[in-house]
């Protein structure tokens, strides 16, 4: 327990240091996440040795915190843009839930073979994979720079699949485990997906009407203070996430889904302070668990890949996802440029974090899924961290031209 209280006050004052220091840091060439990153692994067991947390610690923190942080992120998302607005983004939304989401996963998987994991995990890594992060996407498609630079239809499109896809990506988990996992049937994987599925949706959509309904009345009725409208989402998030998993649902889809019906049914009024928390939880209030797997990556592990784990990382950044978002440019309505911006950004993060830790959690015992997944998690926050200002701005200035 002393372990534990330890590493919440560490993680506690490394974010609040991060955020006292937030404007500086946004003015450097790199994302608070790779900065919280190499902080943790500053403080880790191979440096400083300020943090050290045991395997089973470890496990429930990574998968509880970045349930919790995707519920918000996912929720956040789902407000960022007006109901109104994204009817039109439900075609290349869905092409890119059902075809490249998929695809991503088996090119993941495929790549994940380099290292010689067999066929098996190498599809579960890929299927931890195969989700964009919203969590990182936030980074991308939010705040002043991409609001100048951006076209609002881009920026849409990567935030709706970005919230939908880390909840649908379950089925491909899941399927993925029965594969993997002794004892597990295809049938029993199935109807576990249906039912966290539909009780994922059907929470979801029944507390984020009664989330809209309820602030209209109490605001009507003057009993709902600004402060708490501020954090109302917040809190709804947390609610839908306890009550979806009580009830045996995907609470991370459930989240998503709640935000978009609570969408439709308030007004630009009440949906527009969301953004500010938005920003607050996507880029600070991940900074503890981004700090925390750098504590806790598994740099042994890593080395035991072999040199294959060199191509696997470069693979899963090139491959994974850039080249079907390429391929279907047409039918997603996304111009040439505007289709490498899209299949370059699909981050993976805290979404691959909770879908490994999530897996561990199941009962995979080979450290090769965390060392696989963390390696590809990490290349990722450094390759997106650094990419994400000069890309855009590039963007920009030929937009401009």
Not at 10 to 33: K, N
Not at 126 to 150: I, Y
């Amino acid at each position: 327990m002393h372990h534990l209280h330890l590493t919440y006050a560490v993680l506690g004052v490394g974010g609040v240091l991060l955020a006292l220091a937030s404007r500086r840091v946004r003015r450097w060439p790199v994302s608070e996440p790779l900065v919280a990153l190499l902080l943790g692994v500053a403080l880790g067991p191979h440096l400083l040795r300020v943090v050290e947390v045991p395997a089973e610690d470890r496990d429930l923190l990574l998968l509880e915190g970045s349930r919790l942080l995707l519920a918000w992120s996912v929720t956040a998302a789902a407000l960022r843009f007006p109901a109104h607005e994204l009817r039109a983004l439900v075609r290349p939304v869905l092409l890119l839930l059902v075809v490249v989401m998929p695809l991503a996963a088996l090119a993941g998987g495929a790549a994940a073979l380099l290292t010689g994991l067999p066929l098996a995990l190498a599809l579960l890594v890929g299927a931890c994979l195969c989700p964009t992060d919203p969590v990182l996407a936030a980074s991308v498609v939010s705040g002043d720079l991409a609001e100048s630079s951006l076209p609002a239809r881009l920026r849409q499109l990567l935030t709706v699949e970005s919230g939908a896809n880390d909840g649908l990506a379950l089925p491909v988990v899941v399927l993925a485990l029965a594969a993997v996992l002794p004892g597990e049937t295809l049938g029993g994987a199935v109807a576990t997906l249906l039912q966290e599925v539909l009780v994922g949706v059907a929470v979801g959509v029944a507390a984020g009407w009664l989330a809209g309904e309820g602030l209209r009345l109490a605001t009507r009725d003057g009993a709902l203070g600004e402060g708490p409208k501020l954090v109302f989402t917040l809190l709804l998030a947390v609610a839908v996430l306890g009550v979806t998993r009580v009830l045996g649902g995907d609470g991370v889809l459930a989240a998503f889904v709640a935000g978009l019906a609570y969408n439709r049914l308030v007004p630009d009024s009440d949906r527009s302070p969301q953004d500010a928390v938005d920003e607050a939880v996507n880029r600070y209030a991940v900074l503890p668990l981004f700090l925390l797997l750098g504590a806790v990556l598994p740099w042994g592990g890593w080395a035991d890949l072999g040199p294959g784990a060199i191509a696997f990382t470069v693979l899963v950044l090139l491959v994974r996802r850039l080249p079907f978002v390429l391929a279907l440019g047409r039918p997603l309505g996304l111009r040439g440029r505007d289709a490498a911006f899209a299949g370059w950004f699909g981050p993976m993060g805290v979404s691959a974090v909770f879908y490994l830790a999530h897996s561990l959690h199941r009962g995979v015992e080979d450290p090769r899924l965390f060392a696989a997944g963390t390696l590809a998690v990490v290349a990722s926050v450094v390759a997106f961290g650094v990419s994400a200002s000069p890309l855009t701005l590039l963007y920009a200035r030929r937009s401009r031209s």
